[in-house]
C-alpha cells in the first residue's frame, strides 16, 4: 500500500500549486466575518446519484496558512466509488483517500512517516464531510428525500461521526431546499443547477453564500 500511495502524495502536492479551474467559488463566513473562501465544481454523469464534485478552500482566503482540496465521486448507486483530501496545513500535511466496497468503507490517512488504515461501516445512506469544506454538502441534493432522509455523516478528517435527518422541498423559481435535523442542523438552498447558493449551520454558526470567482493571472 505504501508504494500506491506515494504517487499520490505527489500528485496531489503539485495540484495545490498549480493553477486549477472551478465554475463556483464561495465565500466563508463566522460571526459575520469572511473566514475563507472556496472554489468548487460539480459533475453529473449517467444516472440521479453519479456526482463528481472538486473544490479547493484556502484559511483565510489571502496568505492562506490552511489550504485543503478534496475529490469526490459517487456511483450511479450513490456509493462513495473514490474520496481523496488533500491537506496542507501549519501542524502537518496530510492526505486521506476513501472508497466504498459494498457495506464497508476504507480509509487511508498518510503523513509524513505515518500511515493508518481503518475500515467503517459503509452504504448508501453514509456521506463525507470535512469541517472546512462545504461545497461537499451539495451531496444532500441527491440523498435528501421530501420525507427526510436518514443519513450518516464522517469527517475523515477528524473522525467525527454524526447522524442527520435531510428533507428536500421545492422553492421559489425551481430553487432545491434541505433542511438538515439531528447532529447537524441548518438549511441548504442550490439553485436548479446545483449550485449552492446559501448554506447555514446553526450549531456552528457557519454562513456560505456564492462569491466571485477570483480573476485569471
Not at 112 to 134: C, F, T, V
Amino acid at each position: 500500500m505504501r508504494a500506491l500511495v506515494a504517487p499520490w502524495l505527489l500528485t496531489w502536492a503539485s495540484a495545490l500549486s498549480a493553477q486549477q479551474t472551478y465554475d463556483n467559488a464561495l465565500s466563508i463566513q463566522q460571526g459575520g466575518k469572511e473566514t475563507g473562501r472556496e472554489e468548487y465544481s460539480i459533475q453529473r454523469a449517467a444516472g440521479p446519484s453519479a456526482t463528481v464534485i472538486k473544490a479547493w478552500a484556502r484559511y483565510p482566503a489571502t496568505s492562506p496558512t490552511l489550504q485543503i482540496q478534496v475529490t469526490e465521486e459517487r456511483s450511479p448507486t450513490a456509493g462513495i466509488a473514490k474520496f481523496e483530501l488533500d491537506v496542507q496545513a501549519p501542524e502537518g500535511n496530510i492526505v486521506i483517500l476513501a472508497a466504498g466496497s459494498g457495506a464497508r468503507l476504507i480509509v487511508r490517512s498518510v503523513s509524513k512517516g505515518s500511515e493508518a488504515g481503518r475500515e467503517l461501516p459503509g452504504g448508501k445512506d453514509l456521506i463525507l464531510l470535512d469541517e472546512n469544506m462545504y461545497s461537499l454538502y451539495l451531496q444532500l441534493l441527491d440523498a435528501a428525500t421530501p420525507s427526510g432522509a436518514r443519513l450518516t455523516a464522517i469527517f475523515p478528517r477528524t473522525g467525527k461521526r454524526a447522524t442527520l435527518v435531510a428533507r428536500r422541498d421545492a422553492g421559489p423559481d425551481g430553487a432545491i431546499q434541505v433542511q438538515m435535523t439531528g447532529d447537524i442542523t441548518g438549511n441548504l438552498t442550490a439553485d436548479p443547477q446545483g449550485r449552492l447558493q446559501r448554506l447555514e449551520l446553526a450549531g456552528v454558526g457557519v454562513v456560505v453564500t456564492p462569491a466571485p470567482l477570483p480573476a485569471k493571472k
